[in-house]
């Protein structure tokens, strides 16, 4: 069977707050065949960010930290991408 929906899901666990088990699920779901889309958040973010002016490091680098959740999503708005946590 077919589907127009697609997703990518994290898990994480360790220790929470007081040494405590803790657990989480972050879940991205794509519809409406938007999956292809969200690779290429990141990429429309710093594009975003970069024509705004903003002062980025030079050189070839990981891009990690360089644009927000926020500004992750916001590059997939307009689209069916929904995020869902699971605590």
Known sequence: MLSDTGGMF???AGSG?????HRMTWN?????????FVPCGAAIALASK??????????AMPCMGLV??????????????????ER
Do not use: M
Request: hydrophobic share 40%.
């Open 10 to 12: 994290v898990e994480l």
């Open 17 to 21: 707050a007081g040494g405590r088990p």
């Open 28 to 36: 991205l779901i794509a519809g409406h065949n938007h999956g292809p």
């Open 50 to 59: 970069i024509a705004r002016g903003a002062s980025l490091p030079a050189g």
């Open 68 to 85: 927000t959740l926020g500004e992750y999503l916001g590059a997939l708005e307009g689209l069916d991408v929904r995020e869902i946590i």
